[in-house]
């Protein structure tokens, strides 16, 4: 049966998973930087999610979500076995991956850590020399340490909290590395929009190109409604074809973040008269 | 009031063209419910009895897939619907939905010998009534006729990317002649523009649905969520077993108006607004899942039949008001006039001669208003319409918090780009033979919208139709 959940991995429970996916279509396509589009029921909205990890060979892909709203709190209720009704992809442009001179940065947020394993992969595959930064708020909240420690060369880790690695913030980390090593070939991010930011100006201030992977509303995928639209270097482009990954330094960070807030209170709704009728599974 | 009706050549009294009983404008305003409701029997005899069965019909010539229009209007009037329904099916895989969206005003009705003198004979409503009668019955086999061969043999297979109105065609037709066919649709359900366009109150998505149904009756088989050009490539399909591909993805991309303040929040284009209440039911939510805020002032830019739409449906998520802002004239609206005539009717105003400068926001970055540039008719341009001139210095300001962009769409550059060896034109439509429909990829087709540009369901079906032919020779020869 297509899209049949493999093995889930609760990560922090209650809050993110991971899913192992049977979608031997989408795996045998998947590039670093891609993403998928689900929904979890007849009735369901459409959400976009990265794709955090793919294996051509067990024809499975690996997605991480943050329970934020209905649909992935609907997602959460599923178990190993259950399946996912509608999954398409993979969609966007993947991330452009070549032999480099230099290390390439990988800085990761959140759930974008996830979404950061592939592409570290992906340069890790390539020959690159890897350096993974990946912050969170705590410790608890941190994910995937050990995973990208086996695609990079260096993980470097920074808690809000102190409560493990560097205190502080990822930036500070990536500002550390750029002053000690000129040579830095690339600086990727994903994560929360305001950190994308930060590291874009901070990689701008060394003249680092830096490419980031925007988290749009977006409602097909395919380039059909414009949704997704975010201007970058002054011209509207859309995230789900011409993107997901722009540089940085181009996004317009501001109107994607207000973009993401244009449905706010429905979506608050949604998930309030979700959770209503729905247990709690987070304590199984 | 006395109406006198003309009488035909046998000297026989001619009724009037039989009127569509619609839900009145004060209580559809506010629901999704089709407006049109159809015919009863009585109607539709009554309507049928008006043809005059002309030796040659110029109506046939006017249907962009040729039905047997005085054919199936007969066996109707002789009281035969089920031979009606297979005449139709003999050259229209989506009956019930061509007579519901097709712009018979400007195709076979216009050609309609009554139409001379008086009103022609209501083809599409006909149709309609003959479709939606047979289809409540179910079997669609019985009536359309066994297939010649067994469908879904796999040495003919033939896949057709996109599951609207073009493909669907293809896949009718072939399927009818026994040729296995799969269809590979981006979407999570097959219909395309009849599922994420044409609003339910003009076509109830349960039409396209029993139109699908009656296909995979027929044996063809519906992939959906598959991305042709990410999923799988053409060329990887024309590997893999199918003989022939059609491809029938829709020009799919919105077109913007490119003025300042366009990506502020409530500012949509038509294809996001009807993609999230049509495919996404919005307008259950929150019963459904996928948002749509309802606009209170809401101004939709286009003429088209997308921008009444989008104006339609606004109105029905209960806006105070809805504006149809467009640069010419009413006489110019590219619109079918039944629809201006709906939208009219059920409280939509058409702020005609007013060309949209910028838009401008709250702190929250939210469309708060938009200012329009007035103008005035010039001579007639290249199209035969009148040229729209800016009068210079006269502007106003509209609030609004609800924007719909209805002005066009474009090709969607994912297949020709995954596609090596398919050729576009300049403004990067798929290159097809008009005739057979044939692409610079030998076996490869394609029709409807990413080939001629944005236009009808009927006349995509027509595409389909002659590809389906050059396809069908081919295989069966």
């Known amino acids: ?211 980031v992977s925007l988290n749009s509303i977006m409602l097909d995928g395919i380039g059909m409604c414009g949704a997704c639209r975010v201007h970058v270097g002054g011209e509207t482009r859309f995230a789900c074809v011409d993107g997901p990954e722009f540089d940085g330094n181009l996004v317009d960070f501001h109107e994607l973040s207000q973009r993401l807030t244009a449905f706010k209170p429905m979506e608050r709704l949604s998930y309030e008269e979700f959770t209503k009728h729905h247990v709690c599974h987070c304590s199984r | 009031m006395c109406v006198t009706a003309p009488a035909n050549p046998k000297g026989k009294i001619r009724p009037p063209r039989t009127p569509m009983p619609e839900q009145a404008p004060s209580v559809r305003a506010h629901n999704f419910n089709e407006v049109a409701l159809g015919y009863t029997p009585g109607m539709a005899l009554t309507e049928a009895s008006r043809c005059l069965q002309c030796k040659k019909p110029a109506c ?35 009956p019930a939905v061509c007579g519901r969206v097709c ?27 003959v479709a939606d009668t047979f289809m409540a019955d179910g079997a ?14 796999e040495n003919t297979r033939v896949a057709c990317i996109g599951a609207g109105p073009a493909s669907l065609t293809v896949a009718g037709t072939l ?38 149904e009656a296909m995979k009756a027929l044996g063809v088989r519906f992939f959906i969520n598959w991305v042709a050009g990410r999923t799988v490539t053409i060329e990887e399909l024309l590997e893999k077993k199918y003989k022939a591909i059609f491809i029938g993805v ?27 209440v049509n495919l996404g039911r919005a307008y259950t939510f929150p019963d459904w899942d996928t948002p749509v805020y309802p606009g209170q002032r809401v101004v939709v830019f286009g003429a088209g039949n997308v921008a009444l ?27 079918r006039r039944e629809e201006i005539h709906h939208a009219k009717e059920e409280g939509i105003e058409l702020l005609c001669l007013h060309a949209p400068l910028s838009f401008n926001g709250d702190a929250k970055g939210r469309l708060a208003s938009v200012v329009l540039q007035k103008m005035r008719l010039g001579e007639p341009d290249a199209s035969g319409r009148c040229r729209p001139l800016a009068c210079e210095g006269d502007y106003c300001e509209l609030q609004t918090d609800m924007a719909i962009v209805a002005v066009g769409t474009r090709a969607n550059p994912l297949l020709p780009q995954t596609t090596p060896g398919l050729r576009i034109n300049d403004r990067g439509y798929i290159l097809a033979d008009t005739e057979k429909g044939e692409t610079t990829i030998p076996n490869v087709f394609a029709g409807g919208d990413i080939v001629t540009g944005a236009a009808t369901v009927i006349s995509a079906m027509g595409a389909g139709r002659r590809a389906a032919a050059e396809i069908a020779q081919r295989l069966l020869a």
Do not use: W
Not at chain 2, 142 to 151: D, K, Q, R
């Open chain 2, 309 to 335: 739409d989008a104006a339609r449906t606004a109105a029905r998520l209960g806006a105070e008001r809805v504006s149809i802002v467009y640069r010419r004239s009413e006489n110019e609206m590219p619109a």
């Open chain 2, 140 to 153: 669609c086999e019985e009536i359309t006729g066994a297939p010649t061969c067994p469908a879904g043999q």
């Open chain 2, 250 to 276: 829709g020009a799919g991309l919105p077109v913007f108006l490119n003025i300042p303040g366009e990506n502020l929040i409530g500012v949509f284009s038509a294809n996001e607004y009807l993609t999230r």
């Open chain 1, 1 to 211: 049966m297509p899209n049949v959940i493999v093995r889930k991995r609760r990560l922090i429970p209650g809050q993110t998973s991971e899913l192992v996916i049977a979608a031997p279509h989408i795996a045998a396509k998947a590039k670093p930087g891609n993403f998928i589009i689900l929904r979890v029921c007849p009735q369901g909205e459409r959400i976009p999610l990265t794709i955090a990890d793919a294996d051509a060979a067990a024809g499975t892909i690996t997605i991480v979500y943050l329970v934020l709203g209905k649909t992935t709190a609907h997602l959460e209720t599923l178990e190993e076995g259950d399946a996912i009704l509608d999954l398409c992809g993979p969609l966007g442009k993947p991330t452009e991956i070549t032999k480099q001179n230099g290390p390439v940065i990988c800085v990761g947020g959140g759930t974008g850590i996830a979404a950061m394993h592939h592409i570290a992969k992906g340069h890790h595959q390539a020959g690159n020399y890897v350096v993974g930064i990946i912050g969170a708020r705590t410790r608890d909240l941190l994910l995937f340490e050990e995973e990208l420690g086996r695609v990079c060369d260096t993980v470097l880790v920074s808690t809000d909290d102190g409560s493990h690695g560097r205190k502080g913030l990822v930036t500070q980390l990536l500002e550390e590395r750029l002053q000690a090593d000129t040579g830095i070939a690339e600086v990727l991010a994903i994560g929360p929009v305001p950190m994308m930011a930060a590291v874009a100006a901070v990689a701008g201030r060394y003249g680092v190109r830096c490419m």
């Open chain 2, 60 to 94: 046939v010539k006017g249907c962009p897939v040729g039905i047997n229009i005085p054919g199936f209007i007969a066996a109707l009037s002789a009281g035969d619907t089920r031979r009606a329904y297979a005449i139709i099916r003999q050259t229209n895989s989506l």
């Open chain 2, 175 to 212: 399927a009818a002649q026994g040729i296995g066919v799969d269809v590979y649709e981006a979407l999570h359900e097959p219909g395309g523009v009849l599922v994420y366009g044409i609003p339910e109150f003009r076509l109830p998505k349960a039409v396209v649905r029993r139109e699908v």
């Open chain 2, 103 to 129: 712009p018979q005003e400007s195709q076979c009705e216009s050609a309609c010998i009554l139409g001379k003198k008086g009103d022609p004979v209501a083809i599409g409503r006909l149709e309609r009534y």
